[in-house]
């Protein structure tokens, strides 16, 4: 007879024996926080033993309507009902609705459809391959501390040594360049290379954006020598920055901004609000180089993911979420950076774009409970956890919210009030005292 977790609840408790089933069967390899939750609703989680967490990581940058969004589980229930999965060997209605729904968002061009961001980008660099193919051109230069993924070439794309270690010798077409330095771009480009791949803003790599001037820079610099400019927007998409792709944001008001466009996009993560979805769009001239045959993915874009992503964009348009992310986003900046002031022996910066933001921690914090050997991030998140708010690590000292786009202003302050507390705890003796009020 199997013993199912209920019936392991009954001699110790619920989270203690769903560790118990992942340590013998499921293979290792995420640091996983002592948490197991059971339920969502909008911008809560709940845990195994009923406690309630505002999630501010957002299931890092997917749960963009939160959870259990009805309209979600609407469009779920109604397109299961119709049709699931049909393969890419036909035509289904949500796949050509959605594509024809991200074109008008981006600009003149072609979708792909994938199931995450990893193979998204998997698909970009395939586009990479063809279009330098026949003058022996491969190589992509992509950014340092960028993330784009754990396949095999993901992490030869990854500028973070962490991710390759031990899984060498690495797919071969990939260099690293600074980031945000157009210079070092224009210096690394060989006559082998391609491609330029970034991130609008470094999600993993501590929430970096890029400056306009770059962004511009790289256009012209992929323009003179016959380069795609590729952008992972898979973490800053789909309107976390305020509009649907984080170079839309970053070049408003810019002089040239308006007709920026790059050559791909790849897009996984909010673009299904939690259901698993990627895709990657091509600009037009190129829309059509990855012909039949030469690319394919049994689950890409079925008409279930389809239709739920579908009902995300519509949402989102219908509620003014992308406003909401960039109302909220200012609101949560200037509130973090007031207390930057105030804890200015914890906090050594703040920053970010929309409902994307990173709080950099100063390197050694006395204060901060919790086993030294673990990062500084970790443990900070560990006691975010303890008052009741969830937020997700980047690198060993960033602290990263990637809340649902419909968060409210109130759930923003109970956020900023549980942080405040956590930070006044650790900051403990070594804060300055304020000076004492004047007498009235
Ligand atoms: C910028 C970026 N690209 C790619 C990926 C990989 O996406 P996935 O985990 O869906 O494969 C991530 C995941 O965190 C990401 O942040």
New binding site residues.
Partial sequence: MHTTVADSATSTSHFEALRALYECHVVPSYGRFPLAFVRGEGSWLYDTEGRRYLDLGGG??VCCLGHAHPAITGALIEQSRRLVHVSNLYYTEPQGRLAAELVRRIGPGKVFFAN??????EGLFKLARKFGHAEGRFEILTALN??????LA?IAATGQDKVKRGFEPMTPGFRHIPFNDLHAARAAISPATVAILI?GV???GGVTAARPDYLLGLRALCDEHRLLLLM?G???GHFRTGRFQSFQRILEGVAGGEAFLPDGI?M??SLGGGFPI?AFWVREPYANLLGPGTHASTFGGTPLACAVALKVLEVIEHEGLADNARALGEFLLNALRQLATKFPGVIADVRGLGLMIGIELRPSLPGLPGDPARSLSLRFVDQLHAAGVLAVPAGPNVIRFLPPLNLSRDEAQFGLERLESVIAKIAGGFETPKPPAPDA
């Fill in positions: 890092i940058a995450s961001g990893a193979e998204a980008n960028s993330f784009h993924g754990r396949t993901g991130e470094q999600g993993e992972d898979v973490q800053c790849s996984a993560k990627g």
